[in-house]
T-cell receptor, first 114, second 117 residues
């Protein structure tokens, strides 16, 4: 079964710092990859997704992620974070065949100090 | 607003009791997913339904059951509750569940926070 690893459980940054959150998955076949964000007290929202094509995916709010197949990675990046980016970020993977569940990583809590 | 509605938002009950959590998916979405989020386990997939039929099962305990009704709303039943069942239970919905560009894009409700005392 596929699994997802997020190496950073807690990240603290100052505003304007650059962000990179790591995500690795364990499935060798074709996958769909996602980053979701959960702001404090809110539900999960989709930040961006990768299905095929350009491995550099741009999402909402200035976020982007790069799919590196050889490394089984899908790291999330933002050049300059804002206080409002304080949230929990979840990487997720789904096999691209039939009825497959979406498997989430354990999440990374990001705290951006003003 | 994701369009997914969950009730109740908060629920406090005692060990040994039974509760039912309800989810109404986005209009037009056929797939419903249930996830459990706890501090120590993260976001765990429980079960998925597609147009009334169970399609995938995750780490769902035997004390838990779910169903999706003809009107596509879903209920998650939790019985013989234990302290460790305290968690945030999320429902999500999606248009489809196979491959393709929309597959896997889940829309989440705000969750039902269950506290077992």
């Amino acid at each position: 079964a596929q699994s997802v690893s997020q190496h950073n459980h807690h990240v603290i940054l100052s505003e304007a710092a650059s962000l990179e959150l790591g995500c690795n998955y364990s499935y060798g076949g074709t996958v769909n990859l996602f980053w979701y964000v959960q702001y404090p007290g809110q539900h999960l929202q989709l930040l961006l997704k990768y299905f095929s094509g350009d491995p550099l995916v741009k999402g909402i709010k200035g976020f982007e992620a790069e799919f590196i197949k050889s490394k089984f990675s899908f790291n999330l990046r933002k050049p300059s974070v804002q206080w409002s980016d304080t949230a929990e970020y979840f990487c997720a993977v789904k096999r691209n065949t039939g009825f497959q569940k979406l498997v989430f990583g354990t999440g990374t809590r990001l705290l951006v100090s003003p | 607003d994701s369009g997914v509605t969950q009730t109740p938002k908060h629920l406090i009950t005692a060990t040994g009791q039974r509760v039912t959590l309800r989810c109404s998916p986005r209009s037009g979405d056929l797939s419903v997913y249930w996830y459990q989020q706890s501090l120590d386990q993260g976001l765990q997939f429980l079960i998925q339904y597609y147009n009334g039929e169970e399609r995938a099962k995750g780490n769902i305990l035997e004390r838990f059951s779910a169903q999706q009704f003809p009107d596509l709303h879903s209920e998650l039943n939790l019985s013989s509750l234990e302290l460790g069942d305290s968690a945030l239970y999320f429902c999500a919905s999606s248009v489809a569940t196979g491959g393709g560009s929309n597959a896997g894009e889940l829309f989440f409700g705000e969750g039902s926070r269950l506290t077992v005392l």
